[in-house]
């Protein structure tokens, strides 16, 4: 990668900054089809980020941040313009500047793990699923299902408010969906979402009963720590159709780079030239 | 260069960006020797200088920042601490924050032009020096070349408020330093520095009476568009010494390099790596 005088820069701000993968996916795309932009990391502390972004937005040849921990909430009130994936996930992880100058955010985590879904043949139209964990992206996935036309979903977390406000949330912009909160219970449903943290450590234990999930379903996983989680590998042995948490982070890129207007690509083709460590 | 979660940044901050030469000179250095750090591009126009500036330093993983047209003066009342070579050239190219916070400037160009007389051989001290143009550029030789111990300077602006308010602000550093101001004659000069434009444009007049320059003096040259401008070649018909403009820029590097507290090189080194097209 050669940055010049002509670079258009993606801010990455978050902190801290260590674990970011979005520079090693983006930058090595961006340098294999000739698109002179880099994303580079803004290590932005909460205190300083109403100031940073602000600034970031001043900058002349800013293409678009994105956004990560600990600002994806407080990001939103800094909006002129969010989607509706943004207002009921409640945050944010993508901003760009419109022609006017107004700051427009989007949030295309639950656009990734649906895309994902598609891709492996799995069609949301008239399904019903389980999303299990209310958190930011859990509430980013169930949106992105109910705009791709899931007929009924269940919700859970262990704090049980959050489930109940996502439920509103959702009804709000979606209010022929028949939801229900308050059980993990995976039996009944088509498909089965882990948006926990439940996998990233070993001893965990499993986010539902794996046991009670429908032949035939599918489950699908937000932790990639790992490829294979405890919970993929006790669906696989059960022989049902699974999505690996990486799968949702390259099915997402090509909205973001939509997003930003920038040339787009194939999940697969990102994936291949990515220069991660797993 | 892989960018990553870990990588530091410099802002290279000016507008317009299209012929930032940093980038292609200090991110092939870094690669090469495995500094994780990357100077990136910020195109900022002069009303949103001061918000950026101060932004851009609330960021955890922000190394420094080098200044370039049209901030390079109005910088100077953004530091909460100020070189004497800014204080005498009224302008700034780099700017730290030090552990308490405060802003750092610092302005090496006239330092880069003394580095690379020293290694040619020529001794400032107790030596008689033109500078031709007292603008910025010429401004920070003049001050280099009064600490590195030169006995006596003359001093030409077109615009004569430019050298007599330089001769002023040296004899305020510098009391028993000798300038006279209002000539461009080389005649009795050890050195002749052109800091003027002229050069860039192939029709261009020369800015000093070649014939005049003494046997034995040096010459010095600012324009860098060309290697050799129409000065330096009718100073080389004539036998004497001289700088190229490029000369003062990657004997500059190293200077920079240790105020941002990075390893450094030798020009050399630097000038096999960089990636510039002249």
């Known amino acids: 990668m050669q940055i010049d005088g ?8 978050g ?13 090595p795309y961006f340098e294999s089809v000739g698109v002179n932009a880099a994303v580079v990391p803004m290590g932005c502390r909460p205190e300083h980020f109403a100031a940073v972004l602000r ?7 800013m293409r678009g941040a994105l956004i990560t921990m600990p600002h994806k909430v407080s990001v939103v009130e800094l909006l002129q313009e969010a989607s509706p994936a ?12 419109d022609a ?18 598609a ?38 977390d262990v704090k049980s408010e959050c489930a109940d406000a996502l439920a509103g949330r959702l009804l709000a912009h979606h209010p022929r969906l028949a939801v229900a909160t ?22 965990d234990p499993l986010p539902v009963d794996v046991s009670r999930i429908e032949p035939g379903a599918f489950v699908g996983e937000v932790v990639m720590q790992t490829e294979r989680t405890p919970l993929l590998a006790a669906a696989e042995a059960r022989g049902l159709r699974v999505q690996v948490g990486t799968d949702m982070l390259f099915e997402m890129i090509p909205a973001y780079l939509e997003f930003f207007g920038l040339p787009s690509t194939t999940p697969e083709h990102l994936r291949a030239l990515a220069r991660l460590q797993y």
């Open 6 to 13: 002509r670079t258009e820069l993606i801010a990455h701000l």
């Open 100 to 117: 006017q100058g107004a700051l427009v955010g989007d949030m295309f985590d639950g656009e990734g793990f649906v895309r994902g879904l």
């Open 86 to 97: 943004v207002r009921i996930a409640g945050a944010c992880n993508a901003v760009r500047r």
């Open 15 to 27: 902190w801290p900054t260590h674990s970011f993968k979005a520079p090693m996916i983006y930058n």
């Open 55 to 61: 600034s970031v937005f001043l900058l002349e040849n």
């Open 119 to 156: 891709h492996k043949g799995f069609a949301p139209r008239g399904a019903r699923a389980l999303v299990v964990g209310c958190g930011g992206v859990g509430s980013a996935i169930a949106a992105s299902l109910a705009r791709s036309g899931i007929a009924s979903m269940g919700l859970f």
């Open 182 to 203: 308050g059980a993990n219970d995976p039996a009944g449903f088509d498909l089965v979402v882990n948006a926990t943290p439940l996998g990233m450590n070993p001893d």
